[in-house]
């Protein structure tokens, strides 16, 4: 599955940390290393690549990354900050 | 107002702003909906933004850097809102930080204040013992770090005509506590409180440059959380804290 970031947000990166804004609704919200990953891969990469990418930098098991990637994606979706491409 | 925002420091060759005044229409169908005390709601579309209040409507286009207020009464206030979202909306393309904060001198160093309203900007400006650039609208700039007065002012009456620059010394979140406490954030703590402050209207584009430059003014100029009280003048254990050297 291949997701696209939600329109109308803004996001920066400082050190390990990734901060979102979605300005419609006025809200932020910080990522941590792993999530920083996924948001950047979002949009290029399918779901089953960004679980690969992330377990290869991460060095961890590929069924894990794709489990954690798949409740990230999902408290993303859940916020309004991605969509189904 | 226009005599006080003429007396504000601006670096030359900058195109200007254009603003045209309407008393007339149009109006939007549901303007009366608008509480009288609600403040101006700004929206983008495109590379335009609309300001809209009870008393007017202001539409500022980004690209032709123009933008037009149409006001029910011919009072200053519609001009003054919709040129801070102009100001608000420019810096960032500029280099500049258009923060909610009190901006005030200290030993010939600046700090922006900055916090939800009741935390003390008006209060802390007032008690201020050197120069006050506004008590709620400032601009950082970082190269070198700066902090600029806008011209614009909240609640306090301006003392004297401030400086119109001053080398940037210190971002400081301020609370009300009952002692004076100053603490040293993390840079990506910094950068999320200041976020909160940023004056940039809803604009991907403007608020992915301002969020850079957030990010750039978290890691160069300390930022503290400042708790304090009306009650115990903080300046001295301020001075001392920001005279201390940094590790």
């Known amino acids: 599955m291949r997701y696209r970031r939600a329109p109308n947000l803004a996001w920066q990166a400082l050190g390990a940390e990734t901060v979102l804004v979605d300005l419609g609704r006025g809200r932020s919200l910080g990522l941590n290393a792993t999530g920083g990953l996924v948001w950047g891969l979002l949009g290029e990469h399918d779901e089953r690549e960004i679980a690969a990418e992330v377990a290869r930098r991460f060095g961890i098991d590929e069924d894990e990354a794709r489990a954690g990637v798949g409740r990230l994606i999902a408290s993303l979706l859940d916020r309004g900050l991605v969509e189904e491409a | ?247």
């Open chain 2, 1 to 247: 107002m226009l005599s006080r925002l003429a007396r504000t420091s601006s670096p030359g060759g900058i195109t200007p702003f254009r603003l045209e005044i309407l008393d007339a229409p149009p109006w939007p169908a549901d303007l009366d909906t608008f509480p009288d005390a609600a403040p101006a709601d700004v929206s983008a579309a495109g590379e335009r933004l609309r300001v809209t209040h009870r008393r007017f409507v202001a539409e500022i286009d980004l690209r032709s850097l123009s933008g037009r207020v149409f006001r029910r009464e011919a009072d200053g206030a519609s001009v003054e809102i919709a040129l801070r979202v102009a100001l608000a909306a420019r810096l960032p393309s500029l280099g500049g930080l258009p923060l909610h904060a009190a901006g005030l001198v200290l030993d010939g160093g600046g700090a922006a204040f900055f916090g939800p309203s009741g935390a003390g900007k008006s209060t802390l400006s007032a008690l201020a013992p050197g120069p006050v650039l506004s008590d709620e609208f400032v601009a950082v700039s970082l190269h070198p770090p700066s902090l600029r007065s806008t011209g614009f002012w909240g609640e306090a009456d301006e003392p004297a005509p401030p400086p119109g620059e001053v080398p940037l010394v210190a971002l400081v979140e301020l609370a009300k506590g009952p002692v004076f406490h100053l603490e040293r954030l993390a840079p990506g703590l910094a950068l999320r409180r200041l976020l909160g402050v940023l004056l940039v209207p809803p604009h991907p584009g403007l608020w992915s440059r301002a969020m850079a430059l957030a990010a750039e003014a978290a890691s160069v100029v300390p930022v503290y959380l400042m708790e304090w009280t009306p009650d115990e003048a903080p300046w001295e254990r301020l001075r001392a804290a920001l005279a201390r050297p940094r590790g």
